[in-house]
């Protein structure tokens, strides 16, 4: 028997249930708080948020916000309970502190790169004032530039 004759007699020919519904195997009602949030083709987003924090916080929390931030909410809740299933101890906090360190290791490579800028744009300034001088002392030594950064900058 084909999935829409058994819905046939069962009764139901409504939309499918949302993801949560379907989870929690509870009748998915018209006004239900997570329809809106988890479609019911999207089963890995509620799947995640209910294991990290459970369908009653969720529920709730759905609840007591206005719902123009609800969409928000969800989509906040779904990226920590993806960053909390990676990272159980940090979760995004985690992410966020790798990327701030890949951040400053680039402002120093940057400031590095801008220092060693100067000292070639000087070490031609130099040069050219200075027509008397030998070839060898009118360049700088050449900068030693590391344009990629280090592979284990990019490991979070």
Not at 86 to 113: E, K, W
């Amino acid at each position: 028997m084909a999935a829409s004759e058994m819905m046939m007699k069962k009764g139901g020919s409504g939309p499918p249930p949302c993801a949560a519904c379907k989870l929690l195997r509870r009748r998915c009602v018209p006004d239900c708080v997570f329809a809106p949030y988890f479609p019911s083709d999207q089963p890995h987003k509620f799947s995640s948020v209910h294991k990290v924090f459970g369908a009653s916080n969720v529920s709730k929390l759905l609840q007591e916000l206005p719902e123009h931030q609800r969409s928000d909410a969800v989509s906040s809740m779904v990226y920590e309970a993806n960053a909390r299933i990676r990272d159980p101890v940090y979760g995004c906090v985690g992410t966020i502190s790798c990327l701030q360190r890949q951040v400053d290791a680039l402002q120093q490579q940057l400031a590095m790169t801008q220092a060693q800028l100067v000292q070639l744009k000087m070490g031609q300034f130099t040069s050219t004032s200075q027509a008397s001088s030998s070839t060898d002392d009118l360049l700088p030594p050449p900068p030693n530039i590391n344009v990629g950064a280090s592979p284990s900058l990019w490991s979070c």
